[in-house]
């Protein structure tokens, strides 16, 4: 298992890496460059060349990376992956600070997603984002990322003692419980600017440069493996930078083929997609259309390419829970490291169908990996994903797959060594056909 124990390592140092969306498209776009991928402005004209590779990038938390196919994309298509680059959090208010007695600083946040609050509790939390700041052009603000590194702050529990129903399920209000301890006041401490002061500091600039920021809590403990033979990986995001990092490495490491490669990562899923950089967005349709032009093809090659290209919309599914067995469907009881599950629903809250269905279990089937099959209960609702979203934008055949995890949305999350191998398989497979 020492390779598969590698990539895993690998990616718990990329989710290490990519405390915000935006870190994340930063760390994509360095390992793109690195293998020579050339990066296309939106706002310029694209002259593309067969074989070459390319990336754009979206509000700098979205990337679309591709590599054209040797043959002709409205005989072989477009093969595509898409996840995500976004994950719960909680986001930092504009004016946050806020002084409890004069004697502690906490800060203002709002809920970003569907974090489970309570695993945010008792961690050592960093904050990570963009900061924009003044630049000779008025339209162009400057966009500088931070990351503060240092366990800043803590979202500290209320002791049993004050509140005996804890382990009885107990409400946590969002503007009132999580909101984070920073510092100790004392009678020199300026509350007022404290924030901008820090990221002015942080950033070298002068405090009056601010203009605004978008800034997200983190946790900052390293993710590690764990389990007596060391086959589960525990970190945060798993979901979905797990299937951004099996995707860009299945788009780097397989051979090209007639088709164009595709990896697209879209930022906002967990607030729902309809941003200019989220799933239901036209930034892939545009794209898709403007590699078309790039490759002097014509509206008709265009659609002809759709028609042949396929969709693999990759975000994680639930693993069977040893604690909660009646949780997970009757008959498909995907587990960790029992290799990717393919998700499907009656009310199409998945894409799959059964020809996409069969076609990523052949796949599988072709190179030995094992393949479940993920269905919620008939009277739980679960969550949708961006194939769904993606397919109301762009008419290509679609499957909704993810690799079974527990704790989904937990600060950390669970998942399985063997299963982030199985899928990078998967992928290169995909890529290379
Ligand atoms: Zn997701």
Redesign the pocket.
């Known amino acids: 298992m020492e390779k598969e124990k590698e990539f895993a390592k690998d990616l718990i140092e990329f989710i290490h890496r990519s405390p915000s969306a935006f870190h994340a498209s930063k760390n994509i776009e360095e390992i793109l460059v690195k293998e020579g991928f050339k990066k296309l402005e939106l706002q310029e004209k694209w002259n593309l060349e067969k074989e070459g590779k390319y990336y754009t990038l979206k509000n700098n938390s979205a990337i679309i990376a591709f590599e054209i196919g040797k043959g002709e994309i409205e005989e072989d298509g477009f093969k595509l992956i898409g ?2 680059t976004d ?1 719960p959090t909680f986001k930092i208010k504009p004016n946050p600070e806020i002084d409890v007695e004069k004697k502690y600083l906490k800060l203002n946040t709002e809920v970003y997603g569907g974090p489970i609050l309570n695993t945010w509790f008792d961690r050592p939390l960093s904050i990570a984002g963009r900061v924009n700041i003044k630049s000779e052009n008025l339209f162009k603000p400057k966009e500088m990322l931070i990351d503060m590194e240092k366990a800043i702050m803590i979202i500290p529990n209320l002791a049993i003692h004050m509140n005996r129903e804890i382990n009885k399920g107990v409400e946590i209000n969002p503007q009132k419980d999580t909101l984070p301890l920073v510092s100790n006041i004392n009678d020199k401490f300026e509350k007022e600017g404290f924030l901008l002061k820090k990221l002015a500091e942080k950033l070298n600039i002068q405090v009056e440069e601010i203009l605004d920021f978008e800034l997200f809590l983190y946790g900052l403990e390293k993710g590690s493996l764990v389990g007596l033979n060391e086959e589960f990986i525990s970190v945060g995001k798993l ?2 930078l797990a ?1 951004v990092h099996a995707g860009l490495k299945g788009l780097i490491d397989s051979e090209l083929g007639k088709a164009t490669k595709l990896l697209v990562c879209f930022d906002n ?2 607030v729902g997609s309809g941003t200019k950089q989220g799933a239901a967005s036209p930034m892939l349709r545009t794209v898709l259309e403007r590699i078309a032009i790039g490759m002097e093809k014509d509206r008709e090659d265009y659609y002809r390419a759709l028609s042949k290209s396929f969709l693999i919309s990759a ?2 599914a639930h693993a069977l829970h040893p604690n909660n067995l009646d949780e997970q469907d009757p008959t498909n009881r995907p587990v960790i490291n029992g290799g990717p599950a393919i998700k499907s629903a009656a009310n199409q809250a998945y894409t799959t169908d059964s020809f996409s269905s069969a076609f990523y279990e052949s796949i599988c089937k072709s190179i030995d990996v094992p393949v479940q099959k993920f269905v919620n209960r008939s009277d739980k609702r679960g ?1 949708s ?2 194939g769904p979203i993606s397919s109301s934008q762009l008419d290509i055949a679609s499957v909704d797959i ?1 690799n079974p995890i527990l704790a ?1 949305h937990s600060i950390r999350e669970l998942g399985g060594v063997l299963d982030h191998y199985y899928v990078y398989k998967t992928f290169k497979e995909f890529y290379r056909l």
């Open positions: 996840a995500h994950a979901d979905d299937m899923e967990e975000d994680q969550g994903t961006i993810g989904m």
